[in-house]
């Protein structure tokens, strides 16, 4: 399996992913030729009937396996004007992110469908599956297979902020939750909407879709490396920023990726 075009699709919501210098990244990181394209929806020019299906994929009830949901006429409208305005489907609303990707797949041309094509798809809307050990929904930052994608918002909520975070948040609800000090009071700890580091944490992620659908393993144990499943913000951090590497393993994998291309 070889990879010899990837197709990028923007979040235009989110500039801070810097989709152009994303792409010179995978370039020079993978030496492979890669295509920037609109937001999915707009792109692949999206209608009513692409609205009622994505409106199909929220998740109601987080301790329940997936159901298709029946929409609403409001959700439906809701879902066909974020195909132009992306910025309104950053609310926090549930998607099957297995039921999304496979959508996804439906909507992408069979002719560009070919194994040595990988489509990665930026979204605002939060990604999640369900998990059969504690029975209930979690958020997913990527949705790896091809197409895959990767999450702007599960990258905000999905890894767990500290956990002194949550003691304060639980301590200081009697007199009143101030999320804008308690924000403050942990800045720098976990990331933030817009953050100025999304660029460089996209790239880490990125890097995940792109090694599971070329060797089927994305995540990496140790913490020092890009390719570690992070559970909470201070490890994606770690991992993303401060170090911003692949360990030495998969370094080695790197390089037979690109000797392969």
């Known amino acids: 399996m070889k990879i010899s075009r990837v197709f990028l699709y923007d979040e235009p919501s989110v500039p801070e992913i810097e989709i152009n210098n994303l792409a010179k990244f995978i370039q020079e990181t993978l030496g492979m030729q890669v295509e920037v394209r609109k937001s999915f929806f707009e792109y692949f020019k999206s209608d009513k009937n692409t609205a009622y299906e994505l409106a199909s994929f929220r998740i109601f009830n987080p301790y329940s396996p997936f159901e298709k949901h029946k929409p609403t006429e409001e959700e439906i409208n809701f879902e066909e004007e974020s195909f132009t ?3 309104i489907s950053n609310n926090i609303i549930l998607y099957d992110g297995f039921e999304l990707q ?12 070919l194994p040595h094509n990988f489509h990665l798809v930026f979204t605002t809307r939060l990604t999640c599956t369900y ?3 504690d029975y209930r929904y979690h958020g997913r930052t990527v949705i790896c297979s091809n197409p895959s994608i990767v999450s702007t918002t599960g990258i905000i909520e999905a890894p767990a902020k500290p956990r002194e975070y949550y003691i304060s948040m639980y301590q200081s609800m009697p007199q009143g939750l101030n999320l804008d000090a308690l924000k403050e009071q942990f800045k720098g700890r976990f990331l933030e909407y817009h953050d100025k580091n999304l660029s460089r944490v996209v790239r880490g992620y990125t890097l995940q879709t792109i090694f599971y659908y070329l060797t089927g393993e994305p995540f990496c144990d140790s913490k020092d490396c890009v390719l570690n499943n992070a559970h909470w913000q201070e490890d994606l951090l770690h991992a993303q920023i401060e170090l911003g590497k ?5 370094q080695k994998i790197l390089k037979s990726i690109k000797n392969h291309e």
């Open 246 to 250: 692949l360990c030495d393993t998969h």
């Open 85 to 87: 305005n992306t910025s």
């Open 131 to 133: 998990d059969y050990e």
């Open 102 to 113: 496979k959508f996804l797949g439906k909507i992408i041309p069979q002719e560009e469908l």
